[in-house]
């Protein structure tokens, strides 16, 4: 039989969504007239916006003619929505891409997971913790770390603490590194980097000759209009980072799977005899080779959200969630609970009772208040002490849910 790749056996032993959704399942099963309330994973729950709906209509329809079909489509993404993405996104923040520059894929997950296939196995990884938990996977199954320690953290990372004694602001690293992984608005933590901090980011990955890879799949969320939405906002940016969105949470194409990474022509990474090479052409030859894109009708849907139609519903769908996230906040406060995030963010970040771990504190919603959360814990060492429930459900769930919760606080 064919040696497996052993990496995979120094990953933890579970998916952190994966178990979540073990121990809710176990739960229902047992209680089958349980009510649950669910503010774990960050799915969203508002139906699509019309505009994107009659997009995928118009697309379809195409596809039941020979003179309109579309097969197979560019490997990166169709012009149509690129040049979309680079006039809206960025151009509207003073921030030049060129289309060749904007890749667009099925998922912000996939491109969190596979960007790391650009780097040399011995790169040296620095994590934000807590952070989400693909970026640490997916660097552990190519084989950059040993198994994880009995703190959690595995044995070969740099670990970023992110912790309210530091406003979940990640100091620089004492060492050198060559991919550091950043995502603002934060999940879990809901925290914003400012432009100053996420300057000293960009000066630190230059002067290191590091890669920034910046999540920013919920920029949407930002309301501080002195927080930067982009990186590339920032000077020099340009020649040390890749950037990632989603339009999972901003269009709620949680379902449609769309997202795309930013890989601009100046960054560069450099050969053991140390040639420099460009990662938008590695990029672009493993995407090549990799994937086919998304499909025609859901680029088609995805550029809907860019017509004036699209934007305002787009934002109305946010600014949903935000007000979700304002009730969350307001609630567990008011219960006595220490909460941070749900500002700039659709996710609220809580600190669990004193001397209760982030999986106790899980079990116990679980079991008295019926509501599903996630640990803390789950996202890095960080974590603990820590849990998160996210903005997406319905309006009257999180409502429900934080009477839930305060009403268990109170018995």
Aim: charged share 20%; glycine share 8%; net charge negative.
């Amino acid at each position: 039989m064919p040696r497996i790749n052993e990496a995979f056996l120094n990953l933890q032993a579970s998916y952190l969504f994966a178990e979540v959704k073990r121990r809710s399942q176990a739960y229902r099963e047992a209680h089958p007239d349980a009510r649950l309330i669910d503010l774990g994973i960050g799915d969203v729950t508002l139906p699509l916006p019309p505009a994107v709906v009659r997009a995928l209509e118009v697309a379809v329809g195409e596809q039941a003619s020979a003179e309109t079909l579309k097969g197979y489509g560019p490997y990166i993404g169709y012009e149509f929505l690129r040049g979309e993405i680079a006039a809206h996104d960025f151009g509207t923040r003073d921030v030049k891409l060129g289309a060749d520059e904007i890749f667009v894929s099925d998922g912000g997950k996939s491109d969190a997971a596979n960007i790391q296939e650009l780097f040399a196995q011995d790169s040296v990884v620095a994590l934000m913790d807590p952070a989400y938990p693909v970026y640490a996977d997916a660097n552990v199954m190519a084989g950059r770390s040993r198994p994880a320690d009995s703190t959690g953290r595995y044995a070969d990372f740099v670990y970023l603490p992110c912790t309210a004694e530091n406003d979940f602001q990640p100091a620089l690293p004492d060492r050198h590194v060559d991919l550091i992984y950043l995502c603002y608005p934060n999940n879990p933590t809901g925290a914003v980097m400012t432009r100053g901090a996420l300057g000293r980011w960009v000066d630190y990955a230059r002067a290191h000759e590091a890669v920034i890879v910046y999540d920013a799949a919920y920029e949407a969320y930002i309301r501080d209009s002195d927080i930067p939405h982009s990186i590339y906002e920032i000077e020099g940016a340009r020649e040390v980072a890749i950037e990632s969105r989603s339009f999972s949470k901003s269009a709620g194409f949680t379902g449609l799977r769309m997202a795309y990474t930013v890989v601009p022509r100046e960054a560069q990474g450099r050969t053991a005899d140390g040639r420099a090479v460009s990662l938008n052409q590695l990029w672009l030859r493993r995407q090549s080779t990799k994937s086919n894109g998304p499909p025609y009708v859901i680029q088609r849907a995805a550029a809907a959200v860019y017509t004036p139609e699209g934007q305002q519903q787009v934002r109305a769908l946010i600014d949903h969630y935000m007000e979700n996230a304002r009730i969350i906040r307001a609630g567990l406060e008011a219960a006595g609970l220490t909460v941070y995030g749900g500002r700039n963010a659709p996710y609220i970040w809580i600190r669990t009772p004193a001397g209760v771990s982030s999986w106790d504190f899980f079990d116990r919603l679980l079991a008295e208040a019926q509501v599903i959360g996630v640990p803390g814990s789950g996202f890095g060492p960080s974590g603990e002490g820590y849990f998160r429930v996210t903005a997406f459900g319905s309006r009257a769930q999180s409502a429900e849910a934080v009477e839930r919760i305060a009403a268990r606080l109170r018995g």
